[in-house]
């Protein structure tokens, strides 16, 4: 039985005042902070002038560090872990850091300390029910993608994807195969660039002809078939 605690933490996806008061509490509360990228959980530590310990744990030490914070959790230290932007574990790291500190000590406290993501945000300015949907994170780039698409352009429920600025065009062509009722891109949520671009995937394509600028940022796309 360990008397320590891991907090998993949200953090902004763009807007550094998109915080929740008890994510703000917890990080001056912790004894230890374990982040994706130490220099972007820096900037946001910066803001609200919180100053911790910091560890960094990505995608290929997650496993491996689990052990090192299940040995600061039994000695009653307070651990938080925050990806680069959003909720942990929504196409970031985290899962496999929660999963690992439950197998090995099932007692363990683990709390959400809930708050942005790209997927509820987009989602709630999309302008569509979104009571049923199919959350896919990235495509895979080469093996299984025209599966993938296939699937989303022939499924009942309308698919949430991210991509990149560099395949948001391909993206966009790829789907021109298909017979799509709607395609909606929610790009730069909640920075100053954000906007929400809706229609057939021709006048999306020619929303991105007419402004270059707009292929730049982040990438949150509805497809609705
Ligand atoms: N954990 C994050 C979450 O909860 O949304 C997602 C992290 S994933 C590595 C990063 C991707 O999320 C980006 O490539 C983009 O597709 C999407 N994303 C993150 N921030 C965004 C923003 N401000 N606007 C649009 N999409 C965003």
Redesign the pocket.
């Known amino acids: 039985m360990t008397s320590g605690k891991l907090s998993i933490v949200a953090t902004p996806?763009?807007n550094l005042e998109d915080i929740t008061l008890r994510a703000l509490r917890t990080l001056k509360d912790c004894d230890v902070i374990y982040a994706e990228d130490t220099r972007v959980i820096s900037k946001l530590l910066a803001r609200y002038e919180i100053e911790k310990p910091l560890q960094r744990l990505d995608a290929a030490t997650e496993t491996k560090k689990a052990d090192k914070i299940l040995t600061r959790l039994e000695a009653g230290e307070h651990a938080v872990f925050v990806?680069d932007?959003?909720?942990?574990g929504?196409?970031?790291p985290g899962a496999r850091l929660v999963a690992s500190i439950h197998r090995q000590s099932p007692d363990t406290k683990i709390e959400a300390i809930p708050g942005p993501?790209?997927?509820t945000t987009a989602l709630s300015i999309a302008g569509m029910d979104a009571t049923g949907f199919t959350f896919l994170g990235f495509l895979p780039h080469k093996k299984g993608r025209q599966t993938a698409l296939k699937k989303i352009a022939s499924g009942e429920l309308p698919t949430v994807l991210?991509?990149?600025p560099h395949r948001i065009l391909k993206l966009l062509e790829e789907l021109e195969a298909f017979e799509l009722t709607r395609v909606t891109i929610?790009?730069?949520?909640?920075?100053v660039h954000e906007e929400v671009i809706s229609g057939s995937v021709q006048d999306v394509q020619k929303h991105f002809e007419m402004h270059k600028d707009a292929v730049r940022g982040?990438?949150?796309v509805i497809v609705e078939p």
């Open positions: 996806i763009g990806s932007a959003g909720t942990p929504v196409s970031d993501s790209a997927l991210y991509e990149s929610a790009r730069e949520l909640t920075k982040e990438f949150v």
